[in-house]
């Protein structure tokens, strides 16, 4: 056994609790704040985390020190006596052997803790030495030269026991980013099969930063060790789907990955009327949404979009409402009916034609600020629904898109996420979600939208589903309580000592504030179910590229012109297509015949792709030189007869 | 002293002593009375403030030795004080401006009469007996003070066993908290200091004793052979630590004695810079702290914080 490395003191002020005791230390000791120490004494051993230490000596005030040093303090360096000094440490208790009954601290020797006393003392062994262990490795516990391997209970990281994990801390030096990739790693590398498959759908809202997840990246050696100590490979997520919308154009991907090399497993992300419609709350505002416009778009929903509907007061022949471009046409046979109406012409099927007019704006509204999600006409290319697969990331970037676009993009993914899970028809028993900027959309403050509802929803209930959130954000104070309240697992990075002066960080020791405002890279604090005190622990550098390594690695491809894009997205389906043979082809045709004719050609995939898209496009009309008519001169009097 | 002294009342009451509880005045420390002994100028043909310099280092390993005792009435048989004490010493050697705690002796003691420690039967067993005189009859306020003389030699003659064990097994200095000639070992050993706080007996008188009384700071007084160290002849002048003007006429002052063979005006000047080096760090918040060493309080805190506290 070690030498001892502190003794427990007690005294009337400062008594040892069942909670916390004081230990004091050489001068010169490994011991810090986060340190775990053991304490044995027989009969009991108690395991503690410092979370606050002083350091004091013999003097009562400091007048007596500028006496002694007669007001110069370079003086006192040079002392005969160095004045005796105390190293006095608080720690938290994390755990008691026995558990009960349940004592104060006893006054036993202090041991910095070995790997088993960390097993232990986080009440790791409950969950890493079962039968079935649920162990998830999430970085090591370091302190002088030692390290131990730190796991989260799968079981309350991802459900059904407690789950989602809520990372916050400052932009830039809190690695939030990087956690989430290196945990998301080490999940699809540990999860437990026999608590079945899963994947993780990521939203990437900024930049490039998840755009390279299955890029391997250089790691140091230090990180090596790390991984291995931890039992992993250092690999990026071998298997990932990447989807981002197009931009306006509607061929060119926004994304920036867009490099050749990558465009494997990047698809487009586009969507039609009736993957909008259901959640067309998402994109109007609160008092949009009365009794009357949510009326009609349920009848739109139920009895007019993906249906034949027929109205002999509009038209004689049936209405067959598929896309935006279908929808307008609806509408317009709707006010033209009206306008002929004339007075007593302002209510359709019980709908006024304010409302109609309305829900026609927005829902127009929408196809124009989410240009390139929303597809006027055309096939939709959605996130592969049923049809998940285990150990697989699918990535949405929407970093490029109009926030209401974004929130779109949310709404849908989670909510259909969450209808296959209740259906057990998604591919996958459980789903990572993450979400970065949770401040953004899930505010603390501010109009209880959509978009929030259903986080909190996810929050409070998708545990049951096997659908966990994974969040972040710079300032945890800022986010809707609720949610991260939530979170059965929280991390901490760097943060901001302002942020630390909030409500939500009293239970924290200053000293343990001071070290997280001053947390280097790669180190964190964990909370988790099974630890009853915060844990800081460092982990090793994502395996994958980081977002400006892989621009810098993979520059995005230059916005190709209109034909070339589509030339791009057709050899992807078939190699033998040339960009020449596409160019010819698409020369003079309206651009929205030529998207459609993709998107069926994508969604079709067949084996001749080039034959098929032109096929879709369908036979080129001819130009016709249109003569003037003759018609009949005007009489040429000169003289005007009202004159 | 004895862990549990409530254990220990109890067994006495048991025995047929009445057990009491009573810290005598005084217990931690001898008395002292204010006296006049006339000493023997070695140097010059009087009383004078020398400058001694600049303040220097002591070289290393210098050593630091003082002791402490604690003492209880735990019973009376009869009219009989029973009297049981701890008295300690210790020597805590500096290299490198850090002390450590080289050497350390403890006695437990039971004072009293022969027939009231014999009355406690086998109680006071585990304890180091000290029979006081029974020539003269039972007086209980007399025996308390006899007790507490018996302490302080019990106290003394350890002092005196630790620092020779230590200058056996050491070649640096050692400097102890009060008077050299307590031994004669000590009176001659060259590489031992004696700093006396305490001025309760004055070596001159008249104009000698104002200028002996005030000593300038960084001053020393001449060099003079104490009259009341004849047993053990030491040599010894004052030194002036801090200013004592506005404050008291003792502040800072302390008396440094020596063997014989130190008692140069050369090795004078010497060790009282080396003292003078010694008034930081401070002592405080000892109330003694203008006079009182570092070292030798990091001793006495030792012996204290070691202590193991008696139960009452």
Redo the contacts between chains.
């Keep these: 056994m070690s030498a001892p490395i502190g003794r427990v003191v007690a005294t009337e002020l400062k008594p040892s609790t069942p909670h916390q005791f004081y230990f004091w230390t050489a001068t010169e000791s490994e011991v810090g704040i986060g340190a775990i120490v053991r304490v044995d004494h027989p009969g009991r051993t108690v395991y503690g985390v410092v979370t606050d230490g002083m350091a004091y000596a013999d003097l009562a005030s400091p007048l007596h020190a500028v006496i002694g040093a007669e007001g110069d303090p370079s003086v006192v360096a040079s002392e005969p006596t160095a004045r005796t000094e105390v190293r006095l440490f608080l720690a938290a208790v994390l755990r008691q052997v026995p558990e009960e009954p349940l004592q104060p601290v006893p006054l036993g020797a202090v041991h910095l803790a070995t790997d088993a006393d960390v097993e232990l003392a986080l009440r790791m062994d409950a969950y890493t030495r079962s039968e079935r262990p649920t162990g998830i490795p999430v970085g090591v516990y370091a302190l002088g030269g030692h390290e131990s391997p730190v796991l989260l209970d799968a079981d309350f990281l991802l459900g059904p026991e407690a789950a989602h994990l809520n990372i916050t801390g400052v932009s830039g030096l809190a690695t939030k980013t990087s956690a989430v990739e290196f945990l998301l790693s080490s999940i699809f590398q540990t999860f437990p099969t026999h608590r079945g498959s899963i994947a993780a759908v990521c939203f990437n809202v900024k930049g490039p930063d998840l755009c390279f997840l299955d890029q391997p990246g250089e790691i140091s050696e230090r990180d090596h060790a790390l991984y291995e100590k931890l039992g992993l490979a250092a690999e990026p997520l071998k298997k990932a789907r990447y989807f981002a919308p197009f931009k306006a154009d509607g061929v060119n991907l926004n994304t920036l990955r867009t490099h050749e090399a990558l465009q494997h497993n990047t698809e487009p992300l586009v969507w039609g009327l009736r993957e909008v419609l259901d959640y067309a709350e998402v994109v109007m505002n609160r008092d949009d949404i009365d009794a009357k416009a949510d009326a009609f778009i349920d009848f739109l929903g139920e009895r007019v979009v993906g249906r034949e509907f027929t109205d002999d007061l509009l038209r004689g022949k049936p209405f067959r409402v598929e896309s935006f471009a279908d929808l307008e046409e609806f509408f317009r046979a709707i006010f033209d009916f009206m306008e002929a109406m004339g007075r007593g012409g302002e209510v359709w099927r019980t709908h006024h034609v304010a409302t109609i007019r309305k829900v026609r704006n927005r829902l127009g509204n929408i196809s124009t600020r989410a240009k390139g999600l929303v597809i006027d006409d055309g096939a939709p290319n959605d996130l592969p629904w049923g049809k998940f697969e285990d150990r697989t990331v699918y990535v949405v970037d929407v970093a490029g898109v109009d926030p209401l676009a974004q929130d779109l993009v949310f709404a849908r993914c989670v909510s259909k996420l969450r209808e296959h899970l209740e259906r057990r028809d998604l591919g996958v028993d459980h789903v990572v979600v993450f979400v970065d900027e949770l401040n953004k959309y899930a505010p603390a403050d501010g109009p209880d939208t959509y978009v929030r509802k259903m986080l909190l929803d996810l929050a409070e209930r998708g545990r049951y589903l096997g659908l966990v959130l994974f969040s972040a954000q710079q300032f945890r104070s800022q986010v809707q309580r609720r949610i991260v309240g939530n979170a059965g697992t929280s991390v901490f990075g760097r943060m901001d000592m302002d942020e630390l002066a909030t409500p939500a960080y009293a239970t924290l020791s200053p000293a343990i504030k001071i070290k997280l405002a001053t947390l280097p890279k790669g180190e964190l604090m964990l909370r988790h179910p099974h630890f009853t005190q915060p844990i800081f622990a460092r982990f090793p550098r994502p395996a994958m590229l980081s977002g400006r390594e892989g621009v810098e690695r993979f520059p995005p491809g230059a916005e190709l012109p209109f034909a070339d894009a589509v030339a791009r997205q057709l050899k992807q389906l078939d190699r033998r297509v040339t960009t020449d043979a596409v160019r010819a082809l698409v020369e003079g045709r309206p651009d929205l015949d030529v998207r459609r004719a993709l998107a069926l050609t994508r969604r079709t995939r067949p084996d001749d792709a080039l034959a098929f898209f032109s096929a879709k496009l369908g036979r080129r009309i001819g130009g016709e030189v249109v003569t003037p008519r003759s018609t009949v001169r005007p009489v040429p009097t000169g003289v005007d007869p009202y004159q | 002293m004895t862990s549990d002294l409530t254990a220990l009342r109890r067994s006495l009451a048991a025995a047929g002593i009445t057990p009491a509880t009573v810290v005598p005045a005084a217990s931690a420390g001898r008395r002292e009375e204010a006296e006049i002994h006339l000493a023997t100028l070695l140097e010059g043909d009087r009383v004078e403030a020398r400058d001694v310099g600049e303040p220097a ?2 070289p290393d390993p210098v050593a630091f030795l003082d002791g402490v005792q604690h003492s209880e009435v735990v019973g009376y048989a009869g009219s009989s004080p029973i009297v049981v004490a701890s008295v300690a010493a210790a020597v805590r050697e ?1 290299t490198a ?3 450590a705690t080289k050497l350390v002796q403890r006695r437990e003691l039971a004072i009293g009469r022969r027939a009231a420690l014999d009355a406690a039967g086998p109680v006071l067993d585990a304890l180091e007996r000290i029979e006081l005189s029974d020539v003269d009859p039972p007086h209980p306020i007399r025996e308390l003070a006899q007790a507490g003389a018996a302490l302080d030699d019990a106290r003394g003659a350890l002092e005196v066993a630790v620092g020779v064990a230590y200058r056996n097994e050491s070649r640096g200095w050692l400097v102890i908290d009060g008077s050299l000639a307590e031994s004669p070992v000590w009176a001659q050993d060259h590489r031992m200091v004696g700093v006396a706080k305490s001025h309760s007996s004055l070596p001159f008188d008249g104009a000698d004793l104002v200028a002996y009384l005030r000593l300038p700071p960084g001053h020393r007084s001449p060099i003079f052979a104490p009259a009341s160290r004849r047993l053990a002849p030491v040599r010894a002048w004052a030194v002036r630590l801090w200013p004592w003007e506005g404050k008291d006429l003792l502040h800072g002052l302390i008396r440094v004695e020596v063997a014989p063979v130190n008692g140069t005006p050369v090795m004078a000047d010497q060790i009282s810079r080396w003292l003078l ?6 002592s ?2 000892d109330p003694r ?1 203008d006079r009182m060493l ?2 030798i309080r ?1 001793v006495e ?1 030792f012996l204290k914080a070691t202590r193991v506290s008696p139960h009452r």
Excluded: N, Q, T
């Design positions: 280092g002591w500096r401006r850090v002390l080096a010694e008034r930081a760090p401070i405080a918040p702290w570092y070292g990091s805190d």
